[in-house]
């Protein structure tokens, strides 16, 4: 690993500090050194606050050092006023000399301008330092840009046999079944806080009235996307509760609208994905985990619009009842907590 390399990877480091807070910004992590030593560092840590080089510029003390200073950044510098003034602008005043790029961004208010300008200052600017690795780090923010779609994670749990649930009758009292441990279930709701959004079907909501926020982890709820073709949710169930964003895609428009709960109309006799990420891409969502139920798991999977699948497996067996979703398990990494496995799945289409 050579000096540009190894500070890059600093960087990447801070940056996932930010994981779940700078939606609908990228996370973005920068190290400012001199003479191989590092006098300033900083990561974006919400949208609408300061960005990663504003940060890692504050914290310099000696502020005479960064007209001979390298600022390396994982990704390039904004050129454009939003919430915050252009980044690179903020470089050049401060004549930082040398500037290091792990990737270029995406989103066409950028893509490669920043970088134009820093070269036009005079300032010497590489590109391309541990690149796949810049990019797999804003994976979401990247998909969001490049394909006008969230980045898509399927999640489910499945028995030993292969169920997500027992036949009915084999459960009368109708609450839900656990089929995975109390630490696999942390971790979804890590995973939750780290998301933008999640979603799942009418049945999974009528079966379950599950809540779709985060409890037994510390982080933002993500936004509540639930489908409801014919209204069948009933209206005191908790993704109706207003305490999250919610919204709610359906048939016919017949609910009123809350502050936090909103109601889009799409065509269910037309292919519903394309619709919905359409929606989601209107609100900004870069990321969406799909938690059920088989047919709508199933659908994505059939349309192969998808970008990883995390599959928990218990202990447990059913022997009859909702069988798991059908889906191609190779390349994947598996791991163990404690009495369940839990398999990942990239989908490299």
């Given at each position: 690993?050579?000096?540009?390399?190894?500070?890059?990877?600093?960087?990447?480091?801070?940056?996932?500090?930010?994981?779940?807070?700078?939606?609908?910004?990228?996370?973005?992590?920068s190290?400012?050194?001199?003479?191989?030593?590092?006098?300033?560092?900083?990561?974006?840590?919400?949208?609408?606050?300061?960005?990663?080089?504003?940060?890692?510029?504050?914290?310099?003390?000696?502020?005479?050092?960064?007209?001979?200073?390298t600022?390396?950044?994982?990704?390039?510098?904004?050129?454009?006023?939003?919430?915050?003034?252009?980044?690179?602008?903020?470089?050049?005043?401060?004549?930082?000399?040398?500037?290091?790029?792990?990737?270029?961004?995406?989103?066409?208010?950028?893509?490669?301008?920043?970088?134009?300008?820093?070269?036009?200052?005079?300032?010497?600017?590489?590109?391309?330092?541990?690149?796949?690795?810049?990019?797999?780090?804003?994976?979401?923010?990247?998909?969001?840009?490049?394909?006008?779609?969230?980045?898509?994670?399927?999640?489910?749990?499945?028995?030993?046999?292969?169920?997500?649930?027992?036949?009915?009758?084999?459960?009368?009292?109708?609450?839900?079944?656990?089929i995975t441990?109390?630490?696999?279930?942390?971790?979804?709701?890590?995973?939750?806080?780290?998301?933008?959004?999640?979603?799942?079907?009418?049945?999974?909501?009528?079966?379950?009235?599950?809540?779709?926020?985060?409890?037994?982890?510390?982080?933002?709820?993500?936004?509540r996307?639930?489908?409801?073709?014919?209204?069948?949710?009933?209206?005191?169930?908790?993704?109706?509760?207003?305490?999250?964003?919610?919204?709610?895609?359906?048939?016919?428009?017949?609910?009123?609208?809350?502050?936090?709960?909103?109601?889009?109309?799409?065509?269910?006799?037309?292919?519903i994905?394309?619709?919905?990420?359409?929606?989601?891409?209107?609100?900004?969502?870069?990321?969406?985990?799909?938690?059920?139920?088989?047919?709508?798991?199933?659908?994505?999977?059939?349309?192969?619009?998808?970008?990883?699948?995390?599959?928990?497996?218990?202990k447990?067996?059913?022997?009859?009842?909702?069988?798991?979703?059908?889906?191609?398990?190779n390349?994947?990494?598996?791991?163990?907590?404690?009495?369940?496995?839990?398999?990942?799945?990239?989908?490299?289409?």
């Open positions: 690993m050579n000096i540009q390399e190894k500070y890059i990877k600093r960087c990447i480091e801070l940056a996932k500090n930010g994981l779940g807070t700078t939606y609908p910004n990228p996370m973005v992590g190290v400012i050194v001199y003479e191989d030593r590092i006098i300033g560092e900083g990561w974006h840590k919400k949208a609408g606050e300061p960005h990663a080089e504003v940060n890692a510029i504050r914290s310099v003390k000696d502020k005479s050092l960064l007209k001979k200073a600022i390396y950044v994982s990704l390039e510098p904004c050129s454009h006023f939003g919430k915050t003034p252009p980044c690179c602008d903020l470089i050049i005043e401060h004549k930082i000399p040398n500037v290091v790029v792990g990737t270029v961004d995406p989103n066409e208010k950028v893509a490669g301008r920043g970088i134009k300008k820093i070269i036009e200052s005079g300032a010497t600017v590489v590109v391309g330092v541990l690149e796949d690795e810049c990019n797999e780090l804003n994976k979401r923010f990247f998909t969001f840009h490049q394909k006008q779609r969230p980045y898509i994670i399927l999640k489910w749990a499945e028995s030993q046999d292969g169920f997500l649930a027992p036949e009915k009758e084999n459960n009368p009292s109708r609450k839900p079944v656990w441990n109390a630490y696999s279930r942390q971790l979804v709701h890590k995973w939750r806080s780290e998301e933008q959004a999640i979603l799942v079907g009418t049945q999974t909501v009528v079966d379950d009235n599950p809540k779709l926020n985060v409890r037994d982890w510390s982080g933002n709820n993500p936004t996307v639930v489908l409801d073709q014919h209204n069948r949710i009933e209206k005191d169930s908790f993704i109706f509760d207003d305490s999250v964003k919610t919204i709610v895609l359906t048939g016919s428009k017949i609910a009123s609208e809350k502050e936090n709960t909103t109601f889009e109309v799409i065509d269910f006799n037309q292919n994905i394309p619709q919905l990420l359409t929606i989601l891409y209107q609100n900004q969502i870069q990321s969406i985990i799909i938690e059920g139920g088989l047919q709508t798991l199933q659908t994505f999977i059939d349309q192969n619009i998808w970008d990883e699948a995390c599959i928990f497996i218990g447990s067996t059913f022997e009859k009842g909702i069988k798991a979703p059908t889906i191609t398990r390349k994947t990494a598996t791991t163990h907590l404690i009495t369940d496995e839990l398999i990942h799945i990239r989908n490299h289409d």
